[in-house]
């Protein structure tokens, strides 16, 4: 059977078991027998990003034969991502301007989400003033660590694992051969056992898949489910907004990229990526979810090494089209149920700070959140306004996450593509026990 049918097997006994649980209030037994299996899965994945990216990069960017090449990478990648992240939040505008699902909120449910999440909005507020409070080249210098150990010490700086790795990697190019060769076969080595382990780490999926989907589906609905119908009774023109914006931007963006930029027929693509959007859809994090959109488009989609390994970790890092989004609709969502019309100025406002916003998001469960109280506080909305739609943002912070992941690895497609570095897709699940034996 497929990866991905497996996945897909364990997600929905997942919901299954979540809902039932959830009924009869297993919540504590759930916690304490099944979330463990989730966490394991998380964390093995999450142990194997940082070598990920550091082996396969310094591979990548030492085997290009000039550095022209590099920065032509580069410019085409941020020049596509940063274009498809606009067009994102131009279909939430469009999509919230036009379904105004602010309007369709009960009064009486208004105050009650105010009241019920006063708490939860005061942690994200805080999180965002230390966001706040950086000055505007911060990202710049948070790119470039002091320390190389400190850098590889937390998955969130990703970014400077990047950067550190195109320094040795730019510094292989520019020591003669034989010199070379032999750092080069330690990294490259280790590059194929990493990808390997990947492999092993994605025969737990169905298992992890299905805890990590129960235990959310048990702890959003604190062991009562009818509050969680409730709420998306309740909020449900806004979540149809999220959801439309993020189905409208898949279909019709990623496939308008797709078809410019590569040849690769639709179905290979979603074939090859379903496994990469099913963890991505039950972890929430973009960033836990990189070894296996990594592995997918290595050795499904035929994307080089090269360029996924560039492309990918930063796209996992300031790529996401799903979180821009979904910023741009709760933004102006939450101004529409406060009774405030948004004029052309402030739009354009949220249009641009959702853009830089979502770039600055880290790729973590529930981040897009905190970086929305620095938009609405740009727009002069009251922040406390976010109390409004955290009951329902886990949902969506799934399906935004999987935008993000889709829109990394098609721009990888196409990148690689348009640089001839795309092999054949290979879907054939049973070849990855012939190619680890021959490797
Ligand atoms: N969870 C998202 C991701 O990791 C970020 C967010 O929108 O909260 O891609």
Redesign the pocket.
């Given at each position: 059977m497929k990866l991905h049918w497996k996945i897909i097997i364990g997600l929905v006994l997942g919901i299954v078991y979540g809902v039932v649980a959830a009924t009869y209030g297993w919540g504590g037994f759930t916690s304490d027998w099944i979330a463990p299996f989730g966490i394991v899965f998380i964390n093995l994945l999450k142990l194997i990003a940082i070598p990920l990216v550091i082996s396969s990069l310094v591979t990548g960017v030492a085997s290009l034969s000039d550095l022209k090449k590099l920065s032509r990478i580069g410019g085409k990648t941020i020049a596509i991502y940063v274009t498809t992240t606009a067009v994102a939040v131009t279909i939430g505008l469009v999509v919230v301007n036009t379904l105004r699902p602010g309007d369709r909120v009960p009064v009486e449910m208004q105050q009650q989400l105010q009241e019920t999440y006063e708490q939860d909005v005061e942690n994200r507020e805080e999180a965002a003033e230390g966001v706040k409070d950086r000055g505007p080249l911060q990202p710049v210098v948070d790119m470039v660590p002091s320390n190389f150990f400190g850098a590889a010490s937390n998955n969130r700086n990703m970014l400077q694992v990047v950067f550190v790795a195109i320094f040795i990697g730019v510094g292989l190019i520019q020591v003669p051969k034989e010199k070379a060769d032999a750092v080069l076969s330690v990294f490259d080595g280790f590059n194929h056992v990493i990808i390997r382990m990947v492999d092993v780490i994605m025969l737990m999926a169905p298992l992890g898949v299905f805890s990590l989907i129960s235990n959310t589906i048990t702890t959003v609905a604190q062991d009562n489910i009818s509050q969680v119908v409730e709420l998306l009774g309740a909020l449900g023109f806004y979540c149809i907004a999220v959801i439309s914006g993020l189905l409208i931007h898949m279909v019709v963006t990623y496939t308008s990229v797709l078809k410019i930029f590569s040849s690769m027929p639709l179905g290979n693509f979603y074939r090859g990526i379903a496994p990469a959007q099913l963890v991505a859809f039950s972890t929430?994090?973009?960033?836990a979810t990189l070894p296996v959109t990594m592995e997918r488009c290595e050795e499904k989609l035929g994307v080089s090494e090269e360029v996924s390994s560039f492309v990918l970790p930063l796209g996992a890092t300031i790529n996401?089209d799903?979180?821009a989004l979904?910023q741009e609709v709760a933004a102006v969502f939450i101004a529409q149920t406060l009774g405030m019309e948004l004029g052309i100025a402030a739009q354009l406002t949220i249009v641009l700070t959702a853009v830089l916003a979502s770039i600055g998001?880290a790729?973590?469960?529930?981040?897009?959140?905190i970086m929305l109280v620095i938009i609405l506080e740009a727009i002069g909305v009251p922040s406390a306004g976010i109390a409004l739609i955290l009951g329902v943002d886990r949902i969506l912070?799934m399906l935004?996450?999987v935008t993000?992941v889709t829109g990394d690895a098609s721009v990888a497609v196409s990148v690689a593509s348009t640089e001839n570095q795309l092999g054949e897709v290979n879907l054939d699940e049973a070849s990855d026990k012939a190619r680890a034996s021959a490797d």
């Open positions: 929430s994090s973009s960033g996401m799903g979180t979904y998001t790729a973590v469960p529930g981040a897009g959140v912070d935004r996450t993000n």
